[in-house]
């Protein structure tokens, strides 16, 4: 049985009074909180084990690095990869996908495109920019259609000049699912590269980066419960072959000559300098604790608690709720919009009220534009496993209070 109020014991965090009011924590899809778990394996880490990976023969050294490495065998499962060669730790998403994109300009030249989506969080969007600028290849965006990406619109603009295609498994803003297998079917049909940005997708739903078919997946520690400043670029072994290094120094050599160096093998070749170790090992036990969930309770989790607040935001009047209408299209993000009251405000009135939500651009600076809210900009509030009915109930009166609050 799930039970979040039981999850909650173990993130203290979480017990808190902001405003005078109990803290009820929205904003997950900006970062999550952390279990005791993941705090003691850090701290453990770093009380017992601390020593550099794969350089020392002593035993300190061998502890961090069995540790380090089966952090990277703990990634390869919970997403489903065929070995940890395809396994690549980064800093996060931003990262990965940054390094993606200097394959990406290894391939392409001026007569090629690359695909993207008008939902894209800026870091699934600049980097792109960026290849297209340095290679003279055409970046073409897929539209959206009732608060989902507009499928039509992919397969009309998808060709044989198309040579990556790189979406977003879960919108940050409209929360909702993209069919990224379907997407990687039709990108492998044209002969394209399947880049998945799972930055939203792999904290709330079962991975499986094989039956997706994705070339390249991208995804981040600190919104899956485990630390900042770690992530994770998973690559097709074939590909992260061709794949030339990013980054050139210690720990990602083989031979250093005078003239000329060789690299280690797989993932290696792509780790240069002295990695997040703490981060890597703090990742680790953050995949113990949600695998001991199981994904599918997770998102069964939270697709309950949407199917419960959803009727109730429906109905306060002058809400505007982005995204797709239907619950099974949304994973637990939810932005909205108040009618005459600007998101800062909005976002302040409700941390009057202890509720923790983002409000902004969310990084979609060019979704916020299609979607004409006027203010460019919308408020935003996320859930994850702790979060309750009771958090649900919070935020609704948090919401008709804040409304009532500013009415004249
Ligand atoms: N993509 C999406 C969809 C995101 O929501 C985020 C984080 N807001 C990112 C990419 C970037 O993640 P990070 O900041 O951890 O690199």
Known sequence: MFDAEKIRQDFPILDQVVNDEALVYLDNAATTQKPLSVLTALRDYYESDNANVHRGVHSLAERATAAYEASREKVRAFIHA????EVLFTRGTTT???WVSKFAEQCLTKDDEILISIMEHHSNLVPWQQV????GATLKFVGIKNGQLDMEDL??????KTKFVSMTQ??????CINPIKEIAQLAHQNGAYMVVDGAQSTPHMQIDVQDLDADFFAFSGHKMLGPTGIGVLYGKEELLNQMNPVEFGGEMIDFVYQDYSTWSELPWKFEAGTPNIAGSIGLGAAIDYLSALTMPAVEAHERQLMDYLMPKLRAIDGLTIYGPEDNANRSSVIAFNLEGLHPHDLATGLDM????VRAGHHCAQPLIEVLET???ATARASFYVYNTKADCDKFVEALLATKAFFSF
């Not at 009220?353 to 923790?356: D, F, K, M, P, S």
């Open 374 to 376: 006027k203010v460019g």
């Open 132 to 135: 297209a600028n340095k290679t």
């Open 82 to 85: 065929k070995s940890t060669k």
């Open 155 to 160: 397969k009309n603009k998808l060709s044989a």
């Open 170 to 175: 879960v919108s940050n803003v409209l929360g």
């Open 96 to 98: 990965s996908l940054n």
């Open 353 to 356: 009220e202890g509720v923790a």
